[in-house]
């Protein structure tokens, strides 16, 4: 069983910083595809990011340049770090899993069967 921890998200100013953190259990994620999603107000959730177990990195083209994925197996933490941001930035963000071979951004989230209660990110413009 996996169990995953968002926290943060702010209010941050527009143009701004922010990193997310989501801690996890059992130790380590390191056979599985991470993802992080997003959900605003009358949206669809959506991925932002994934990292695949052979480090390969995706993200969704609008967040492009903007986004770093990465992770601390030593701190049990994933991360999503965020720069420049944008009032329609402004979302919940989940953080997921699951041991996928193949680990893209275009893989939706009804496949994922591990997930965060996610943490709000607010972008003062």
């Known amino acids: 069983q996996v169990r995953l921890h968002e926290s943060g998200g702010g209010p941050v100013q527009a143009g701004g910083s922010m990193k997310l953190p989501c801690s996890h259990s059992p130790t380590t994620l390191s056979n599985f595809c991470i993802a992080w999603f997003r959900q605003a107000p009358g949206k669809e959730r959506e991925a932002v990011a994934t990292l695949g177990k052979d480090g390969y990195i995706m993200y969704a083209d609008p967040v492009e340049g903007r986004l770093t994925i990465s992770k601390d197996n030593g701190k049990r933490t994933l991360y999503l770090q965020m720069k420049n941001l944008k009032p329609e930035d402004t979302a919940m963000y989940f953080c997921?899993?699951?041991?996928?071979?193949?680990?893209?951004?275009?893989?939706?989230?009804?496949?994922?069967?591990?997930w965060g209660r996610g943490t709000q990110g607010s972008v003062a413009s």
């Open positions: 997921a899993a699951d041991n996928f071979l193949v680990c893209r951004v275009s893989r939706p989230k009804r496949e994922y069967d591990y």
